[in-house]
């Protein structure tokens, strides 16, 4: 009878004594941003005349003139051929919500039969990636599959590297040969230059007519869980789905609040100091690094900047994890809910707005006239928040993340505002009395000192709103950590965009001007916010109480994927997303066909190998060990033994497992059907049909793992692959 030594076999091979090193002999300020072509190295090597056209792109958001490719190609591939390139790449970002890229070389023959680097402003500004096998959501009928990719000069090209080469990576938008965008960073892009028209609009309103831009900052905070590669080359269900589809809770999960913030275990360390050196060498601002709530999970954050190019290095950054942690033995887990019964892992999205001069409009600031600003800014995103609370979980909705949201350790499914005490009293007042109130000396009339007293850092801190204000930002922390931010933050920007229009429509139709100013923005402050004042809450968001108070306040709560999808393609999030030219109907509605199919495929794929695992993998183990219980039992009634201990353990695994193949009878019948033709029809038939059967084997399935004996059990045990590291 033949044991399964698989998992000892991963035990033993765990590599502990890991021997990957990197240098660290270096300086950081003089690798930060080596293999990125910033805008110095530019401004360097370009003609005057070339540089000073490409920068009004760069630096102030103009249209490209197209006749500067040439030289800013030339310069491309010099710069990036000293840095060892032979490739190019354009690196785009299609709809799998993954990186996609084809590299092409430099290399060119002449007619000595020799070769040269050559790359032309053609090749800069468009590529053509053959492009039938990206989802496409009807968009592209295969037959005209032609897709193209366009050059986005505002995120700078940058180098990646390989033991044996490096390519250049050249940032780009993803279209059809119609002009459909294929991609998230095109409606990224889209969606900021509306927020700018829209905050410019309501700066010079409020007299700042010196502001040349106004674009989102990101700033995004990625979880993730680390595990030894020989525990995850031995659980089909991580290597299929991400996640673990089977798995008893062990002895020891994250009760003790011991791992948070603990001291990082050397091989992780050594990692994540490799990690960071080389996000560094290609200008991701990283900056924060530590142990996350449950054992063997962890968190890096950067510094923000412009929302494109953070969204473009949080993709840098996920890749750079996966490579990363192969160097070091380990499989990087980016899922949202790798195991069951500890914390998921999130991406916080910080979000907020700055101008050309470098101001955060949400700085709630110091002086009346910043403050305000912020009022209007601040109020604007709140609005925006009550308003489209149901596209903003549309926008993060996933098989994945449906196993977080309301789960009691991530921000519930309902979308709603935490301001703080200070705030929240600040609003208070403006309901109460309104700006228009008696005028004290140089300081805003609400009334009691209320203006000076703006938080401008919130001491008060709540961990269970899912769209916190933390000072001078919002953090959307309902997006999860295996999503692309890209499209919660182009929501995010058209939202609050259709806001800040609707706002200075307002202010316009009062006729505000440089006397009335005060008065006017108190009046409309005070209207918007009578309106939306239910999206605020801060009390705990995890009760049940806030479940019944958000249907009372008739707040959205769309619990699941199911439930939200469908609300990306209401009327009025059609309308917004045409309306501020983000993204046209047959746009979003490809989106929504794709996502469904992710949606359905994803969870095909699990339902699929849980029934395959537990036919081969545990059913059989249980079975030889039931029948070594067994023949004891023979034996031992042969030589007269008391065995009825014995036996009833043989009673009870031989019960679970007849509770097991029920359950995988019925999970196999669900398998086999389809649900209906249509994209949204099968995905039904997974959320409503298979998902609750394939619990139901998982349940059975652990029950067993405890019962059986441990040296039987083939599949890598929780308690293995959290704490052995
Ligand atoms: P915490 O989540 O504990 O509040 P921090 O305040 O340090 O942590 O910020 C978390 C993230 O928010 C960081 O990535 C940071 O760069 C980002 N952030 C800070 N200010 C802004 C801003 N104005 N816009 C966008 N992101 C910001
Ligand atoms: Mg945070």
């Known amino acids: 009878m033949s044991k399964s030594y698989r998992r000892f076999d991963a035990l033993a091979a765990v590599k502990n004594d890991y021997s990957a090193t990197a240098d660290k002999n270096f300086n950081i300020t003089e690798i930060f941003g080596e293999n990125t072509l910033h805008i110095d190295v530019l401004k360097e090597r370009l003609p005057k005349a070339v540089w000073k056209e490409l920068k009004k792109t760069i630096t102030d958001q103009e249209p490209l003139n197209s006749d500067v490719a040439d030289a800013v190609a030339v310069v491309m591939k010099d710069w990036a051929t000293e840095k060892g390139a032979t490739h190019y790449t354009h690196w785009f970002q299609p709809l799998t919500g993954a990186t996609a890229e084809k590299h092409d070389s430099f290399v060119t023959p002449n007619q000595g039969g020799g070769a040269i680097m050559q790359f032309s ?28 990719t366009a050059w986005d000069p505002t995120s700078p090209a940058f180098i990646m590297e390989n033991p ?97 913030f603990g001291s990082i275990p ?29 054992p063997g999970q962890y968190e890096i954050a950067p510094v923000f900047e412009k929302a494109n190019v953070a969204a473009d290095h949080q993709q840098v950054t996920m890749i750079m994890l996966r490579k990363m942690a192969g160097k070091y033995g380990f499989v990087c887990l980016m899922h949202e809910k790798p195991f069951a019964g500890l914390n998921g892992s999130g991406k916080h999205t910080n979000w907020s707005m700055a101008t050309s001069k470098g101001e955060n409009l949400l700085e709630p600031g110091e002086t009346p006239h910043t403050n305000l600003r912020f009022l209007f800014f601040c109020t604007a995103v709140m609005k925006a928040v009550y308003d489209y609370q149901d596209l903003l979980r549309a926008a993060i909705a996933s098989a994945g993340n449906d196993h977080r949201l309301g789960a009691n350790e991530a921000p519930p499914a309902i979308l709603s505002v935490f301001l703080g005490d ?92 440089a006397d009335n100013l005060e008065s006017v923005l108190g009046e409309v402050l005070q209207d918007v916010y009578k309106d939306i004042h239910n999206i605020v809450f801060n009390g705990d968001g995890y009760s049940d109480e806030w479940q019944a108070e958000a249907e009372k306040r008739g707040l959205f709560n769309l619990k699941t994927t199911m439930d939200a999808l469908p609300r990306l393609i ?16 047959q746009e979003v509605e490809a989106r929504y066909e ?63 497992l007849g509770e097991l193949l029920v359950a995988l009878d019925k999970l196999e019948k669900q398998n086999a059907e389809l649900g209906g033709d249509t994209a949204e029809e099968k995905a039904k038939h997974l959320h409503y049909n298979v998902l609750p059967e394939m619990n139901a084997v998982r349940a059975v399935a652990d029950k067993l793992e405890s019962l059986v004996a441990d040296d039987y059990w083939p599949l890598p045990t929780y308690r293995e692959m959290l704490f052995v590291k």
């Open 266 to 294: 050397d091989r992780i360390l050594s990692f994540m100091m490799d990690l960071e050196r080389e996000l560094y060498r290609m200008g991701v601002p990283v900056k924060t690094r530590h142990n996350e709530v449950a």
């Open 570 to 585: 209401e009327k009025k999030n059609l309308d917004l997303f045409e309306k501020y030219k983000v993204l046209k109907p």
């Open 422 to 513: 200070q705030l929240t009293d600040v609003y208070k007042q403006l309901l109460d009395g309104g700006l228009k109130s008696s005028k004290k000396t140089g300081l805003l009339g609400l009334g009691s000192p209320v203006l000076p007293d703006l938080p401008l850092h919130a001491g008060d801190r709540n961990r269970t709103s899912p769209f916190a204000f933390t000072g001078n930002k919002f953090e959307f922390r309902a997006v999860g950590s295996a999503q692309t931010v890209s499209l919660p933050v182009t929501v995010l920007n058209t939202i609050v965009a259709a806001a800040i229009d609707d706002m200075c429509s307002m202010l316009e139709d009062k006729g505000i001007n």
């Open 164 to 260: 044996n080469g490096a390519t250049l990576c050249i940032p780009t938008a993803f279209a059809s040969w119609k002009g459909d965008s294929l991609d998230y960073k095109t409606p990224l892009l889209r969606s900021t230059e509306s927020l700018n028209t829209q905050a410019l609009r309501a700066l010079e309103l409020l007299g700042d007519s010196s502001s040349k831009w106004v674009t989102s900052t990101g700033g995004f905070e990625q979880e993730y869980f680390l595990i030894d590669q020989e525990f995850y080359y031995r659980r089909p269900d991580l290597m299929t789905s991400g996640r673990t589809l089977f798995g008893a809770k062990p002895p020891k999960g994250q009760e003790l609040d011991d791992h948070y």
């Open 594 to 656: 794709i996502f469904i199919e992710q949606y359905f495929i994803n969870l095909n794929i699990e339902a699929e190998t849980t029934a395959t695992i537990t036919k081969t993998m545990l059913v059989p183990a249980v079975v030889r060990y039931l029948n070594e219980l067994l023949a004891l039992n023979d034996r031992g009634s042969a030589t007269g033994l008391s065995i009825d201990p014995t036996k009833a353990l043989a009673s009870e695994i031989n019960d679970t």
């Open 121 to 148: 402003g053609k090749e800069l500004i468009q590529g053509e990636p053959d492009a039938s096998s990206f989802p496409s959501g009807g968009l592209r009928p295969t037959f005209e599959a032609r897709g193209y």
